[in-house]
């Protein structure tokens, strides 16, 4: 017999699980469907992001930093570390017990909000305006009805042509996380976001690591101030050896590792390494959803097609994340579940692209929102840029990390906040100033009015925003 619900959500990632738990506070009768599972066969809610992308990532982020910090910066605090040694294992333990407490916040949220739980893979199997009928494949098969759906299966990594993932050798974003000892030699194809968070964590782990990108520019996302900053820091001062414009030839396995055939424009080139981490990129998770069987429609990429407000071309089926258009990032899902869940329920939902912000987690971390000084130029659009350097900043001093700067950008005539970059320490927490600005169509003069803790990192927020009229205090 049928379980009934008003929301099925099917998929328990960051959009998932965030859009079951709004619907469910605003008195819609929930489930959540997802199958993410332990090594023990338990249930692992979070998704990709919980479980093998932006959680556990950032835990190694953190240790590989703190091991850095400890070899190379703690004797200019005067701390001197004796017999300073890597425990990989111990390492990768704690990495597993961050993601173990991800999960079962999930599960506790879950229960919080009496958000029904089923373990499996769900699909449709039939249904239409008045209700629609999702199965859920598991060690019990489980049959639901739900008045609305909202598909968030998240994505899948890409992998290069006839070159599949076994995640001893050919590693995607899981596998990168579970190498079981530092190799001699890392090599690493894609240097974005997870290319070079990856790289940036088995670098400092004692790898060399040789990157090839495809594209002829360095971070071309991001603004050219910062990428330009970015590219001296990883491999002027990182040792990344970063190689842009490589075509990727064949790839060959063999007992001593990978050996990946490539061609610049210098020529054509081979690399030799013992685990090779493939990142270019990742695909919309829509198989075995039964799309066909419903007339769900997608678009030639497999990205589930969806009109502004998240609807699908079938009643009451929604979609988000990233198996839909838009950035794929877990903020960007959690945002749209929270609007898909408050327009079932008759409320309005509110998701503004254009404040999405983006963060790359290295050291310094990179981050921004808003456009970047190439995309103003190619429309058109008069701005004023200002920028200030952490190298100012006294708090940067005092932690000994005064890489990078702070840039803002706003419209000529009315001052408004166009874009703001930043590539430094915490990166990551002063774009949500930024953010704000942008949501409430701050000028730079806003910013530049408000009075900043002294001496803190947000300085620099300031000094940016007051650079943009030329009249920055401290530099």
Not at 183 to 191: D, E, I, Q
Not at 397 to 426: N, Q
Request: net charge negative; proline share 4%; charged share 25%.
């Amino acid at each position: 017999m049928s379980k009934a619900f008003d929301v099925v959500v099917i998929g328990g990632g960051p959009g998932g699980y965030i859009a079951a738990i709004r619907a469910a506070q605003l008195g819609l009768r929930t489930a959540c469907v997802d199958d993410w599972q332990t090594a023990e066969g338990k249930p692992a809610l979070g998704g990709t992001c919980t479980n093998v992308g932006c959680i556990p990532s950032k835990a190694l982020l953190q240790s590989s930093e703190n091991y850095e910090q400890a070899a190379h910066a703690f004797p200019e605090h005067g701390i001197h570390v004796k017999g300073l040694a890597l425990d990989l294992e111990r390492m990768l333990a704690r990495k597993d017990k961050v993601v173990r407490q991800n999960n079962e916040g999930v599960t506790y949220l879950f229960r919080k909000n009496k958000v029904g739980f089923f373990h499996g893979r769900g699909r449709f199997s039939g249904g239409g305006a008045e209700g629609w009928q999702i199965t859920v494949e598991g060690r019990n098969e489980e049959a639901l009805t739900a008045k609305h759906v909202i598909v968030a299966t998240g994505s899948n990594p890409r992998a290069l042509p006839e070159t599949a993932f076994d995640n001893r050798l050919i590693l995607d974003n899981a596998g990168a996380l579970e190498i079981p000892e530092v190799p001699k030699r890392l090599g690493v194809v894609g240097a974005g976001v997870i290319g070079l968070e990856m790289g940036s964590v088995w670098r400092r782990l004692g790898a060399e690591v040789t990157m090839l990108e495809m594209l002829d520019t360095f971070l071309p996302a991001a603004d050219e101030t910062v990428a330009k900053e970015a590219w001296k820091v990883f491999t002027k001062d990182q040792g990344l050896n970063i190689v842009l414009g490589a075509a990727i030839g064949s790839v060959t396995t063999g007992k001593k590792g990978v050996t990946v055939e490539y061609s610049t424009k210098a020529g054509k080139h081979k690399l030799e390494c013992e685990r090779l981490i493939v990142c270019i990129g990742r695909v919309p998770n829509t198989e075995g959803l039964g799309a066909e069987a419903v007339g769900l429609r997608c678009d030639e990429r497999g990205s589930i097609e969806v009109d502004e407000h998240c609807r699908t071309n079938l009643p009451n089926v929604w979609a988000i994340g990233d198996v839909v258009r838009g950035p794929m990032l877990a903020h960007k899902a959690e945002e749209e579940g929270v609007a898909v869940a408050q327009r079932i329920a008759g409320q309005s939902g509110h998701v503004d692209f254009n404040t999405v912000p983006w963060v790359i987690y290295t050291a310094p971390e990179i981050a921004w929102v808003g456009k970047t000084e190439q995309q103003l130029q190619s429309e058109g659009v008069r701005y004023r840029a200002g920028q200030f350097p952490f190298m100012a900043n006294g708090r940067a001093r005092a932690m000994g990390d005064t890489r990078g700067l702070v840039k803002f950008i706003a419209d000529a005539e009315t001052d408004r906040v166009l874009g703001v970059h930043i590539i430094g320490p915490m990166a990551s927490e002063l774009i949500a100033e930024a953010v704000v600005a942008m949501e409430f169509r701050a000028a730079a003069e806003d910013i530049a009015l408000i009075c900043h803790a002294h001496p803190s990192l947000s300085e620099a927020m300031k000094e940016a925003a007051l650079a943009v009229a030329r009249r920055s205090l401290n530099v």
